[in-house]
Structures are given as structure tokens and as C-alpha cells.
């Protein structure tokens, strides 16, 4: 699962990879792990998209879709959900000094 996080998996596809059910992987999976496998598997994406924010001048478009989100919105909608800021917000804090830089508008 962690070398998959920008594609689209189904937990009936990973249940079906290990042979079980669908219900009865997601029951050992939650078991072992604490969490459901789809809470874990967005909780790595999210991972994933800090690494890239403090670490990249990537858009966060670029950082969506590499991270397996369907658009930008999608990731900023989940990212504040989990996170409780921004990615721009966050990226802006990670970076501190080093001074990201901010666009500003023409008249």
C-alpha cells in the first residue's frame, strides 16, 4: 500500500490480494493496525504531501495528483480535515526563514 499512494486502490482489491474477504480484512487490518486501511491510507498521503510541501517548490496541483488526490480541492478539503490548516498555510510554517515565495498580484 505505501509504494501505491498516488494510485487508486480498493480495499476489495487489496482484501482479494491477501485472500480474505473484503469485511474480514478490513476487520484484521483495523485489528492490528488501530485504524480502518482507507483512515491509514489517507493519513500516508498525507504524509507523503508534507514531505513534498516542505521539501519541493512543486504547485500544489502537482502535489494532489502525486499524492493520489482528484484535484487540488479534494487535497485542501482533506488536508484541513486532517491537519487543521491549509497545505499553502503549512508549507508557508515549514519553510519559516527560508522564505517561500509568495505571488503577488499586478494591477
Known sequence: MSANLGETIAISDLARSCRLSMSYFVRAFTNTVG????????????????????????????????????????????FVRRVGTTPLQWRRAAWGDRSLPRRTRSK
Open 35 to 78: 485504524i480502518a486501511p482507507y483512515t491509514w491510507f489517507i493519513g500516508q498521503r498525507i504524509i507523503l504531501a508534507k514531505d513534498l510541501l516542505a521539501e519541493s517548490h512543486y504547485p500544489l496541483a502537482e502535489i494532489a495528483l502525486e499524492c493520489g488526490f482528484a484535484d487540488q480541492s479534494h487535497f485542501t478539503n482533506t
